[in-house]
């Protein structure tokens, strides 16, 4: 099995950079503002558009309307570090006529309401469909929760009912609560208690493997053997694209599928010179034992949380190491992780 057949995608995220103001304790992608600040360039943003552009699927409530599942985003880091050029990659959208863009925002710069304003207006104007502001405890360690209020207002003002709350609980949660600045997470289960965390998706991978593993039971490497990703690493919806190109199934950070600067090269992804990408869609065990065998990896004695867990941390090992293998890519990725 030497070849790994991928569907072309009909959704997903275009990240524009892994800078970010925030260094989350949940963040899949490692972002933070201590990443490099490399920025896709505007002729990678747009090659890339123009092979997405007949592949992204509208919203079911038509391509003037968003859905977290449909279209197209623009997503970081954060993206409204730099506006100029989530403007530029707005109008290109608009050009090729991709249906259901929004971007994906942590609101840190609504510090008032003409800022805040004028940036969504002229966003809007530039062909962008909607917003998706992203709210929960470890993002309110960093921004203010009033900006984030703010968002949800403004961009309703701007763009109607285009407007998605990620997540919705959190939103609520913080209201009832009447939080006013940032809180650190700590004094935040403080407040509001643990159960919250229960209610909503919260996925157990990226950083959030090492910032809250206190949060979850965890098992030893051998009950995660057996486990193939070739679902996760195939699926077609909510893919990502980064700045260097990488073609990055669902929310798999630091795995390169390969280029996506030439997307039709990877209807069929060559496996014979990818072992680790190999190793994931075949059996999680295999991976474990590369790392074991070739890289003197040793099972965590504290255990883990999840097969994502023992994925990136197997991962970040090899990485540390050897950058011989092209799929563990950026290799930037596993320098954020905040693993010990
Ligand atoms: S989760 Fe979002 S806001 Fe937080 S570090 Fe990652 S990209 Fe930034
Ligand atoms: S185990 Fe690894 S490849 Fe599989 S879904 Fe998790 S991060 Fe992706």
Redesign the pocket.
């Known amino acids: 099995m030497d070849e790994l057949l991928l569907p072309e995608p009909f959704s997903g995220g275009l990240i524009l950079s892994y800078k970010c103001n925030s260094h989350c304790r949940h963040c899949m992608y490692a972002c933070s503002p201590r990443f490099k600040g490399d920025w896709i360039s505007e002729r990678d943003a747009e090659r890339i558009l123009v092979q997405l552009a007949d592949k992204v699927r509208e919203s079911p409530l038509g391509p003037d309307k968003i859905g977290v599942n449909y279209g197209l985003h623009f997503t970081g880091g954060e993206p409204f570090l730099n506006f100029d050029l989530l403007l530029k990659v707005t109008e290109m959208a608009r050009g090729l006529r991709i249906p259901s863009t929004f971007v994906e925002t942590n609101s840190f710069w609504c510090i008032n309401d003409d800022v805040t304003r004028d940036k969504l207006t002229e966003l809007r104007d530039a062909g962008l469909h909607g917003i998706l502001v992203s709210v929960n405890p470890f993002l309110l360690e960093y921004v203010p929760f009033e900006r984030t209020e703010r968002a949800v207002r403004i961009g309703g003002e701007v763009f109607g009912e285009n407007v998605i709350v990620y997540q919705t609980f959190f939103y609520h949660q913080f209201k009832r609560l009447g939080f006013r600045g940032s809180l650190l997470f700590d004094e935040y289960l403080r407040t509001a208690g643990i159960e919250g965390l229960s209610y909503v998706e919260l996925l157990p991978?990226g950083r959030a493997c090492y910032r809250l593993g206190d949060l979850y039971r965890k098992y030893p490497a051998e009950r995660f053997f057996g486990e193939s990703?070739r679902a996760?690493?195939t699926r077609p919806w909510h893919i990502h694209i980064d700045n260097y190109g990488n073609y990055i199934?669902?929310?798999?950070?630091g795995?390169s599928l390969g280029d996506a600067r030439d997307l039709s090269s990877l209807r069929k992804v060559d496996l014979s010179d990818k072992p680790v990408l190999r190793a994931?869609v075949t059996d999680?065990r295999r991976l474990y034992e590369l790392g074991v065998e070739e890289f003197g990896y040793k099972e965590r004695k504290a255990g883990y949380i999840?097969?994502?867990h023992?994925?990136?941390d197997v991962r970040r090992h090899i990485a540390q190491q050897t950058d011989m293998f092209k799929e563990l890519s950026p290799r930037e990725f596993y320098l954020h992780l905040d693993g010990e």
């Open positions: 991978m990703c996760e690493l199934a669902g929310y798999c950070g795995i994931l999680l999840s097969k994502c023992l994925c990136v």
